[in-house]
């Protein structure tokens, strides 16, 4: 039997839209890892908020936090892979921006969050327990370099403002998000991807590309869904993120399409 390594995201992906995953997933999953299959979540979560899943499943295995900016894993054979983002870039962008026009900006690092304001919305996706949670004008409070840079606007009608004020940096990028989710932003380097995150763990496992599986749903997976062996896209994903992904799960996040998916893979089965 080949050996895979499974990468899935989370929200949208192994989450049901209600933030819980079924006990046939649940079970699907623990079937792979006794057949010798190696799991790796890859979430745009920190870990904090990957942690009561990584636990149900009873993982091992390394954790691809904040889209590729942090792998959490506790092997100390594994080398420390964490990407900083220099303060002073993230003070000038909200220069850039205008702070009129910016609701909140979320920066951490694994123990600190620094927020403009209270959030219940952000603390709810993003888990402040155990943290430092420091409020106040970024510009004023942030005294280090952290992990991430998500900016919450008054409207959708200034995303082309962050995109200019964007590309005067060297390398930067930035990820609108959609839904419930529309008037934030990600800003990020070009360099911070699941796929960059994921080649350093198959490296640790000596696992080679093409036997690798991916499942994601959105944008932020889309690196990983395309330079592995099999990218699944889920039937619930993005549609330019299906047109990428080598195979189309049949069923949603909401209808076990990642187990049902990975069966059919796993079975010999190349198309879904």
């Not at 220099?86 to 969050?113: F, L, Q, S, Y």
């Not at 934030?184 to 696992?207: C, G």
């Amino acid at each position: 039997m080949n050996q895979y390594l499974i990468a899935i995201d989370m929200d949208g992906t192994l989450l049901k839209s209600d933030k819980t995953i079924s006990a046939y997933t649940i079970e699907t999953i623990k079937d792979l890892q006794r057949q010798g299959h190696i799991i790796v979540i890859a979430s745009g979560r920190p870990f904090r908020a990957i942690k009561k899943y990584y636990e149900m499943l009873d993982l091992n295995t390394p954790v691809i936090c904040y889209n590729g900016a942090y792998i959490h894993f506790q092997d100390p054979k594994f080398p420390s892979y964490a990407l900083s983002f220099p303060r002073h870039i993230i003070k000038e962008i909200i220069k850039d921006i205008g702070r009129d026009k910016i609701v909140n900006v979320m920066c951490e690092t694994n123990h600190e969050i620094w927020l403009i304001q209270e959030d219940e919305f952000l603390n709810d996706f993003f888990i402040h327990d155990g943290m430092n949670v420091i409020y106040g004008e970024i510009e004023e409070t942030l005294n280090q370099d952290p992990m991430t840079m998500i900016i919450q606007t008054v409207d959708l009608k200034y995303n082309d403002i962050i995109q200019k004020a964007i590309e005067s940096h060297q390398g930067l990028k930035c990820r609108f998000w959609s839904g419930e989710w529309n008037c934030f932003s990600e800003i990020y380097f070009e360099s911070t991807n699941k796929a960059n995150a994921l080649q350093k763990i198959t490296a640790y496992y000596k696992i080679p590309r093409q036997q690798v599986i991916t499942i994601g749903d959105a944008s932020n997976d889309l690196e990983m869904l395309e330079h592995f062996g099999i990218g699944i896209a889920m039937k619930n994903a993005e549609d330019d993120i299906k047109l990428k992904a080598d195979v189309v799960s049949e069923f949603t996040n909401d209808e076990d399409g990642v187990a049902f998916a990975l069966k059919k893979i796993l079975n010999g089965c190349s198309v879904i």
